[in-house]
C-alpha cells in the first residue's frame, strides 16, 4: 500500500524567509509518481510539479526547488524568499502502478504555510 | 476549452436526501476520479474510473454510487446523505498515458444536515 507523510501540519514564515514543506513516501513500485498540488485560500487544486521514480534531478522554477532522494523516500518542496500569495495549503501526492493502478493517487494531509508580511 | 467542471459548486442537503454530482471534461481524458476532502486532510480516493462504461471502488466507496455513461462525464451519486459526507468533492480527469496529469475540477462543496 502506499502512503504519504506531511509531517508538517502548520508553518508559519515572515516574508522573504525561506520555507521548506517536507514529504515522505511509502510504496512497493519501482515506478511511480510524485506530486505537489497548492490549494489557495480560494479551494481550487493547483498542479506544481510532477515527477517520476526515475529521474532524481532537483528541479527549480522561479523561487519554488524540488529535492527528490530516493535514498530516504522524500520530495521535498523548497519555497525560496517567500510571499505572502504563497500562503495556501500544499498536498504531496503519490501514484503508482499505472497499468494496474489505474493511476490512483493518495494524497498527504496537506502543509498549512502562512506567510506574514 | 473548459477542462474540468463540476456541478453544483454548492449543495445543502437534509440528512436521508439523495443527490447527484456532476464532472464533466472536455479534454477526451480516458482516466477519471471523484474524490473528497474533509478539514485538516488531504484527497481521498471515493470512486473511479478507466473509460467509458467502467467504474470501480477507491478508498472510500461507502455510501456513494457512480456512472460514466459517456466518456466525458462522471456522476457521482449520494442515495440517502448523511452527516458524515460533508465534505467537499474533487473531481479529476487525467489522459490515458502513465506520464500523463490529473487536472482537477474547482471542487463541490457539500453540506448535510
Known amino acids: 500500500a502506499q502512503k504519504v507523510t506531511q509531517a508538517q501540519t502548520e508553518i508559519s514564515v515572515v516574508e522573504k524567509e525561506d520555507v521548506t514543506l517536507d514529504c515522505v513516501y511509502e510504496t512497493r513500485d519501482t515506478t511511480y509518481y510524485l506530486f505537489w498540488y497548492k490549494q489557495p485560500p480560494s479551494g481550487e487544486l493547483v498542479f506544481l510539479i510532477r515527477?517520476?521514480?526515475?529521474?532524481?534531478q532537483n528541479e527549480i522554477s522561479g523561487r519554488y526547488s524540488w529535492n527528490f532522494q530516493k535514498s530516504t523516500s522524500s520530495f521535498n518542496f523548497t519555497i525560496t524568499a517567500s510571499q505572502v500569495v504563497d500562503s495556501a495549503v500544499y498536498f504531496c501526492?503519490?501514484?503508482?502502478?499505472?497499468?494496474?493502478?489505474?493511476?490512483?493517487?493518495?494524497f498527504g494531509d496537506g502543509t498549512t504555510l502562512t506567510v506574514k508580511p | 476549452n473548459a477542462g474540468v467542471t463540476q456541478t453544483p459548486k454548492f449543495r445543502v442537503l437534509k440528512t436521508g436526501q439523495s443527490m447527484t454530482l456532476l464532472c464533466a471534461q472536455d479534454m477526451n481524458h480516458e482516466y477519471m476520479y471523484w474524490y473528497r476532502q474533509d478539514p485538516g486532510m488531504g484527497l481521498r480516493l471515493i470512486h473511479y474510473s478507466v473509460g467509458e462504461g467502467t467504474t470501480a471502488k477507491g478508498e472510500v466507496p461507502d455510501g456513494y454510487n457512480v456512472s460514466r455513461l459517456k466518456k466525458q462525464n462522471f456522476l457521482l451519486g449520494l442515495e440517502s446523505a448523511a452527516p458524515s459526507q460533508t465534505s467537499v468533492y474533487f473531481c479529476?480527469?487525467?489522459?490515458?498515458?502513465?506520464?500523463?496529469?490529473?487536472?482537477f475540477g474547482p471542487g463541490t462543496r457539500l453540506t448535510v444536515l
Open positions: 501526492a503519490l501514484s503508482e502502478g499505472f497499468n494496474t493502478n489505474a493511476g490512483k493517487s493518495t
Open positions: 479529476a480527469s487525467r489522459l490515458e498515458t502513465s506520464t500523463d496529469t490529473q487536472y
Open positions: 515527477r517520476n521514480s526515475f529521474d532524481e
